[in-house]
């Protein structure tokens, strides 16, 4: 160094000596200033300083972050941050923090302190000062949600003189939260006493002791603390607590008042139960159905009890329809096995008592035996399987069950053999001959009942005559007439005229009026009874030619105004015929026709009309009788018939050209007519007598389509497919025939051809050409085929589902039809198919027509009942339904039983009557459960009828069933449509229930 360089700085040196001593004094007056606590004026002094060494830097930074500490500076932070970051190894940085940690407890800014307070440790802290830098640390964090880091440090304060209250109430409460509850419940007892506390441990106390289960210390801290003036949530809270308490005590009366009056909103399933529970437990079973219902679905442990406890308050109330879903419920779940039991025990025998909607009640019952093989009630349940097949009428599922469980008790046997004669008591009603006759068959066989085997026997009897099966028939009528049981049944009675009706069948005429004569000593044979035996009598007679006898007898069924009168009168008429009174003849024909507008004997009646007056040489009577045919209904063959009569007087009386014309007409509009050969006989004699043969050949070429040495082709071709027909070789019967008609679409034969390739179609198993055959022979003139191919016509039709498109020619056969039973089938069918398209109007007038037309056979006459009942309700003819309901109730049965009750109990939904409805469908369920989908309408119907009473809980879980279970579409379709408006309606009345937590009190000190 230079000389000039040392001097230089000699030079600062010496100039800076006062400026040190100026910043000494300045930093020492900021020291005295913060010791005497003025922090502003300190923080002034130490602002205006320029500390030169590290040493004064520290310190100014040091007094300056210390100011602000104390003031409450948002900057304090910022300078004890940036303290620490230039002075890592001060020892003041421990005193600052601890002083910045201190000032923010102070101000209870503790998630802040805390964080000062972690960068310390106790140790760094002078002894003395050491527990409460602990304590303030400690609460820091708990207070700032940290228990962990809070609770080792809070235990070690537990013994401290000055903090050991406070830190007992702090660790306990840590405890409580953290579940530790006999922790919590030591701490807390130890400061209960303090008045710091006092007021806040009871609330503690309460719920330890409730969680502990200790109900009876629970009890007496929470009644106590109701009596203090506490706010809305503490009353809540301590008040549900109370009422948990005496319900876990089995004190459900005492529960009540404080379950109900602090329930929480929204409640919890398990306020719910509770509050149900004790209600039930009370004896008010229907205050407890509201709250259990709301349970109602819920899949757990608590919704088990619920199902099965409101099972109970539902029989309580007599309502075992709802008891019956309940219990269902309770049944599906197993979280309490004995309780799942016992619930499938009550499940199954409401089954058996009251039906069931959900599934045949023999499956249920039979579904408990397999489920609980060694329960103690088997042999009950077992009872009430077997008496449940016959009163529930499933007889097809009980016959399924029976065989596949392997049952072969003597009760067994018994119940297969009755489930067996009724099943085949419906099979016959529905026309299903050959299941009759299988299930008569084997009832007769398997009971050794005498009496039911008797029954079989005779509904067997009748069954193979329906088959046409006569000479079984005559063996199973012997069975039953043989049977030492048979005259104390039901039947024996009606043996006479089953015996009659095989005799008369077989001709054996003498043999079947002495049987139906013997028939006649029944007692309280009804007017139509009576009417048909004296018919029957009246036949046979006729048939041995004793025609005095049957003309009496055909008279009484004629004036007794039943059915068949308009027959009855038509052969009295014929009997005068034959006894050679022909005046009385025409008066008794003439009347028939005045009597009887729609009478199928009316064109008959003029025809032999005619032939009387023939009789009586009145021959312009007889003409006008015989043109009459024509107008009549249901004429027919007898047309062709009347005309020829009608020419042949005129000719007798010299009119030939009016015999021509009627004699050429026959012979071109009829050419399948009998007559029409002598028909064209006729027209050659008089076209010959008058010297016309030429125009008589040219008429024969016309009208026939055939010249005169053709038409022995015609009569072969025809005769080739009569021939296969006969033989039984109906394919080459229809292959002959429709060749024919294509060869000679106006041969002679040709309706007989268009019929027999019908029948030969028919029984080729060809239904669209038999189809298309019977409708070629519909749109001809009606001829002696018209009738029988119309109805078989209407019978591929219905075959094909097509029953609607055969009313047309269902509407001609009731109108036109000769025979009685084609008549009654056409009438039946026509309410058959306006009932199905839902015309219920045409449905109701049908219906009243077979009931004034067959009022004495009494499964049609219940069939068109039935109908007649669901139209008027179904058109909301609700006044006259009401009316008819109990008259219909008695005649129907079956599945009509079922509809009626079905639209009984809309009705009684309709007028409000909700208890009587679900009455209605719970009768629907226990006795035909067999007639699936109108059990299903009545679920749907009994949800409506619960909802309506304000119970959607009991609806919305018949409506989830049924959408799990249901196998019919529109059901499941109307399910879902029902189930979202309640469930919109529930939503918009009251808010959603959420389960919420236990309230838990976490004041601070």
Same mark, same amino acid.
């Given at each position: 160094m230079?000389?000039?360089n040392?001097?230089?700085?000699?030079?600062?040196?010496?100039?800076?000596?006062?400026?040190?001593?100026?910043?000494?004094?300045? +930093?020492?007056?900021?020291?005295?200033?913060?010791?005497?606590?003025?922090?502003?004026?300190?923080?002034?002094?130490?602002?205006?300083?320029?500390?030169?060494?590290?040493?004064?830097?520290?310190?100014? =930074?040091?007094?300056?972050a210390?100011?602000?500490?104390?003031?409450?500076?948002?900057?304090?932070?910022?300078?004890?941050?940036?303290?620490?970051e230039?002075?890592?190894?001060?020892?003041?940085?421990?005193?600052?923090?601890?002083?910045?940690?201190?000032?923010?407890?102070?101000?209870?800014?503790?998630d802040q302190?805390?964080?000062?307070?972690?960068?310390?440790?106790?140790?760094?802290?002078?002894?003395? !000062?050491?527990?409460?830098?602990?304590?303030r640390?400690?609460?820091?964090?708990? @207070?700032?949600?940290?228990?962990?880091?809070?609770?080792?440090?809070?235990?070690?304060?537990?013994?401290d003189?000055?903090?050991?209250?406070?830190a007992?109430?702090?660790?306990?409460?840590?405890?409580?939260?953290?579940?530790?509850?006999?922790?919590?419940?030591?701490?807390?007892?130890?400061?209960?006493? *303090?008045?710091?506390?006092?007021?806040?441990?009871?609330?503690?106390?309460?719920?330890?002791?409730?969680?502990?289960?200790?109900?009876?210390?629970?009890?007496?801290?929470?009644?106590?603390?109701?009596?203090?003036?506490?706010?809305?949530?503490?009353?809540?809270?301590?008040?549900?607590?109370?009422?948990?308490?005496?319900f876990?005590?089995?004190?459900?009366?005492?529960?009540?008042?404080?379950?109900?009056?602090?329930?929480?909103?929204?409640?919890?399933?398990?306020?719910?139960?509770?509050?149900?529970?004790?209600?039930?437990?009370?004896?008010?079973?229907?205050?407890?159905?509201?709250?259990?219902?709301?349970?109602?679905?819920?899949?757990?442990?608590?919704?088990? *009890?619920?199902?099965?406890?409101? /099972?109970?308050?539902?029989?309580?109330? /007599?309502?075992? @329809?709802?008891?019956?879903?309940?219990?269902?419920?309770?049944?599906?779940?197993?979280?309490?096995?004995?309780? !799942?039991?016992?619930?499938?025990?009550?499940?199954?025998?409401?089954?058996?008592?009251?039906?069931?909607?959900?599934?045949?009640?023999?499956?249920?019952?039979?579904?408990?035996?397999?489920?609980? #093989?060694?329960s103690?009630?088997?042999?009950?349940?077992?009872?009430?399987?077997?008496?449940?097949?016959?009163?529930?009428?499933?007889?097809?599922?009980?016959?399924?069950?029976?065989?596949?469980?392997?049952?072969?008790?003597?009760?067994?046997?018994?119940?297969?053999?009755? =489930?067996?004669?009724?099943?085949?008591?419906?099979?016959?009603?529905?026309?299903?001959?050959?299941?009759?006759?299988?299930y008569?068959?084997?009832?007769?066989?398997?009971?050794?009942?005498?009496?039911?085997?008797?029954?079989?026997?005779?509904? +067997?009897?009748?069954?193979?005559?329906?088959?046409?099966?006569?000479?079984?028939?005559?063996?199973?009528?012997?069975?039953f007439?043989?049977?030492?049981?048979?005259? !104390?049944?039901?039947?024996?009675? &009606?043996?006479?005229?089953?015996?009659?009706?095989?005799?008369?069948?077989?001709?054996?005429?003498?043999?079947? !009026?002495?049987?139906?004569?013997?028939?006649?000593?029944?007692?309280?044979?009804?007017?139509?009874?009576?009417?048909?035996?004296?018919?029957h009598?009246?036949?046979?007679l006729?048939?041995?030619?004793?025609?005095?006898?049957?003309?009496?007898?055909?008279?009484?069924?004629?004036?007794?105004?039943?059915?068949?009168?308009?027959?009855?009168?038509?052969?009295?008429?014929?009997?005068?015929?034959? /006894?050679?009174?022909?005046?009385?003849?025409?008066?008794?024909?003439?009347?028939?026709?005045?009597?009887?507008?729609?009478?199928?004997?009316?064109?008959?009646?003029?025809? $032999?009309?005619?032939?009387?007056?023939?009789?009586?040489?009145?021959?312009?009577?007889?003409?006008?009788?015989?043109?009459?045919?024509?107008?009549?209904?249901?004429?027919?063959?007898?047309?062709?018939? @009347?005309?020829?009569?009608?020419?042949?007087?005129?000719?007798?009386?010299?009119?030939?050209? &009016?015999? %021509?014309?009627?004699?050429?007409?026959?012979?071109?509009?009829y050419?399948?007519?009998?007559?029409?050969?002598?028909?064209?006989?006729?027209?050659r004699?008089?076209?010959?007598?008058?010297?016309?043969?030429?125009?008589?050949?040219?008429?024969?070429?016309?009208?026939?389509?055939?010249?005169?040495?053709?038409?022995?082709?015609?009569?072969?071709?025809?005769?080739?497919?009569q021939?296969?027909?006969?033989k /039984?070789?109906?394919?080459a019967?229809?292959?002959?025939?429709?060749?024919?008609?294509?060869?000679?679409?106006?041969?002679?034969?040709?309706?007989?051809?268009?019929?027999?390739?019908?029948?030969?179609?028919?029984?080729?198993?060809?239904?669209?050409?038999?189809?298309?055959?019977?409708?070629?022979?519909?749109?001809?003139?009606?001829?002696?085929?018209?009738?029988?191919?119309?109805?078989?016509?209407?019978? %591929?039709?219905?075959?094909?589902?097509?029953?609607?498109?055969?009313?047309?020619?269902?509407?001609?056969?009731?109108?036109?039809?000769?025979?009685?039973?084609? &008549?009654?089938?056409?009438?039946?069918?026509?309410?058959?198919?306006?009932?199905?398209?839902?015309?219920?109007?045409?449905?109701?007038?049908?219906?009243?027509?077979?009931?004034?037309?067959?009022?004495?056979?009494?499964?049609?006459?219940?069939?068109?009942?039935?109908?007649?009942?669901?139209?008027?309700?179904?058109?909301?003819?609700?006044?006259?339904?009401?009316?008819?309901?109990?008259e219909?109730?008695?005649?129907?049965?079956?599945?009509?039983?079922?509809?009626?009750?079905?639209?009984?109990? %809309?009705?009684?939904?309709?007028?409000?009557?909700?208890?009587?409805?679900?009455?209605?469908?719970?009768?629907?369920?226990?006795?035909? #459960?067999?007639?699936?989908?109108?059990?299903?309408?009545?679920?749907?119907?009994?949800?409506?009828?619960?909802?309506?009473?304000?119970?959607?809980y009991?609806?919305?879980?018949?409506?989830d069933?049924?959408?799990?279970?249901?196998?019919?579409?529109?059901?499941?379709e109307?399910? $879902?449509?029902?189930?979202?408006?309640?469930?919109? $309606?529930?939503?918009?009345?009251?808010?959603?229930?959420?389960?919420? $937590?236990? *309230?838990?009190?976490?004041?601070?000190?």
């Amino acid at each position: 160094m230079t000389k000039h360089n040392v001097g230089l700085a000699l030079f600062f040196l010496l100039a800076s000596i006062p400026c040190v001593h100026a910043q000494d004094a300045g +930093l020492n007056k900021a020291r005295n200033l913060f010791a005497s606590g003025e922090y502003t004026a300190a923080l002034a002094e130490l602002e205006k300083l320029t500390p030169l060494s590290q040493s004064d830097k520290e310190s100014v =930074a040091y007094y300056t972050a210390m100011c602000r500490i104390r003031l409450g500076s948002p900057q304090a932070g910022e300078d004890v941050q940036d303290f620490v970051e230039q002075y890592p190894a001060s020892t003041r940085k421990v005193e600052m923090v601890t002083a910045l940690a201190d000032e923010l407890f102070a101000r209870g800014q503790y998630d802040q302190a805390a964080s000062y307070y972690q960068l310390t440790d106790k140790f760094a802290v002078g002894k003395p !000062q050491r527990d409460d830098y602990v304590f303030r640390k400690a609460y820091s964090l708990y @207070a700032s949600g940290d228990y962990d880091s809070a609770r080792p440090l809070l235990y070690s304060l537990l013994d401290d003189r000055k903090w050991g209250s406070d830190a007992a109430y702090a660790f306990g409460h840590i405890c409580y939260s953290q579940g530790d509850m006999d922790l919590a419940l030591e701490n807390f007892l130890r400061i209960q006493d *303090n008045p710091k506390y006092a007021d806040r441990i009871p609330f503690y106390l309460t719920n330890i002791y409730f969680s502990r289960k200790e109900y009876d210390r629970a009890l007496s801290e929470g009644t106590a603390l109701l009596k203090e003036d506490l706010t809305p949530e503490q009353a809540r809270s301590i008040g549900l607590i109370v009422g948990r308490s005496y319900f876990n005590t089995g004190r459900y009366q005492e529960a009540l008042p404080y379950l109900t009056r602090y329930q929480p909103s929204p409640a919890t399933a398990q306020d719910n139960y509770q509050i149900g529970f004790s209600y039930y437990k009370c004896g008010d079973y229907a205050q407890a159905i509201p709250y259990l219902s709301r349970l109602v679905g819920e899949d757990s442990p608590l919704g088990q *009890n619920a199902s099965y406890t409101l /099972g109970q308050a539902y029989l309580g109330v /007599g309502k075992k @329809a709802e008891a019956l879903g309940a219990f269902r419920s309770a049944s599906r779940m197993d979280y309490d096995p004995a309780l !799942q039991q016992d619930a499938w025990y009550n499940y199954a025998v409401l089954s058996y008592e009251a039906g069931n909607p959900y599934q045949g009640v023999s499956q249920v019952l039979a579904e408990y035996l397999e489920r609980y #093989p060694e329960s103690p009630a088997r042999q009950q349940i077992f009872e009430y399987l077997l008496d449940s097949f016959i009163s529930a009428k499933e007889y097809a599922e009980a016959i399924r069950t029976i065989e596949t469980m392997g049952l072969d008790s003597p009760r067994a046997t018994q119940a297969l053999a009755t =489930a067996c004669f009724y099943l085949a008591g419906q099979k016959l009603n529905e026309g299903d001959y050959d299941s009759a006759l299988k299930y008569y068959e084997k009832a007769s066989k398997a009971t050794a009942n005498e009496t039911l085997r008797a029954r079989a026997d005779f509904w +067997l009897a009748e069954t193979c005559l329906r088959l046409g099966m006569d000479e079984r028939a005559t063996e199973a009528l012997t069975d039953f007439r043989i049977n030492p049981a048979a005259p !104390q049944t039901q039947e024996y009675s &009606r043996l006479p005229y089953q015996q009659g009706f095989l005799a008369e069948k077989a001709g054996d005429y003498a043999a079947a !009026q002495m049987y139906f004569t013997a028939y006649q000593k029944s007692p309280n044979l009804s007017t139509e009874e009576r009417a048909d035996l004296r018919l029957h009598l009246a036949n046979c007679l006729f048939a041995q030619g004793q025609y005095a006898q049957a003309q009496d007898l055909y008279g009484k069924v004629a004036d007794a105004g039943v059915p068949s009168s308009d027959y009855a009168t038509y052969q009295k008429a014929l009997c005068q015929g034959i /006894g050679g009174d022909y005046a009385a003849q025409v008066a008794t024909l003439n009347a028939l026709v005045e009597t009887y507008p729609q009478s199928p004997w009316r064109a008959p009646a003029r025809y $032999q009309s005619g032939m009387a007056y023939q009789k009586l040489n009145q021959p312009q009577q007889a003409i006008e009788a015989f043109l009459m045919v024509e107008s009549e209904p249901a004429a027919g063959e007898l047309i062709p018939e @009347a005309k020829s009569k009608a020419a042949l007087a005129y000719y007798n009386q010299g009119q030939s050209d &009016r015999a %021509l014309a009627l004699y050429q007409e026959v012979a071109e509009k009829y050419p399948s007519s009998s007559v029409t050969p002598s028909a064209r006989r006729s027209v050659r004699q008089i076209l010959v007598e008058q010297g016309r043969s030429d125009q008589y050949v040219a008429w024969s070429n016309r009208i026939s389509g055939t010249p005169l040495d053709e038409m022995s082709v015609d009569s072969l071709y025809f005769e080739t497919g009569q021939k296969a027909f006969a033989k /039984g070789d109906y394919p080459a019967a229809a292959t002959a025939f429709s060749q024919y008609l294509e060869k000679y679409p106006s041969g002679l034969f040709v309706p007989n051809a268009a019929y027999y390739l019908g029948e030969s179609s028919l029984k080729s198993a060809d239904t669209l050409a038999a189809k298309s055959a019977y409708a070629r022979l519909l749109a001809m003139p009606d001829n002696a085929f018209t009738e029988g191919a119309r109805v078989k016509y209407i019978d %591929l039709l219905r075959a094909q589902d097509s029953l609607e498109a055969a009313v047309p020619q269902l509407e001609k056969l009731y109108r036109e039809g000769r025979l009685a039973e084609n &008549r009654r089938y056409a009438l039946v069918n026509l309410l058959a198919a306006y009932t199905q398209a839902e015309d219920w109007d045409n449905t109701i007038r049908y219906a009243e027509a077979v009931r004034a037309e067959f009022p004495s056979d009494g499964t049609l006459y219940a069939d068109a009942s039935c109908a007649l009942y669901t139209a008027l309700v179904e058109s909301e003819r609700n006044e006259q339904a009401a009316a008819m309901t109990e008259e219909v109730k008695r005649i129907v049965s079956g599945e009509n039983m079922a509809k009626v009750l079905y639209y009984q109990a %809309l009705l009684l939904y309709r007028q409000g009557q909700y208890d009587r409805s679900v009455e209605t469908i719970s009768k629907l369920a226990q006795e035909y #459960p067999m007639y699936k989908y109108i059990g299903s309408r009545g679920l749907l119907l009994m949800a409506q009828n619960f909802y309506a009473q304000g119970d959607p809980y009991q609806g919305g879980y018949i409506l989830d069933n049924v959408i799990a279970n249901t196998t019919y579409p529109d059901i499941r379709e109307e399910a $879902q449509v029902l189930k979202q408006f309640m469930d919109s $309606q529930n939503a918009a009345s009251s808010p959603q229930e959420t389960p919420t $937590q236990e *309230n838990q009190t976490n004041d601070a000190i």
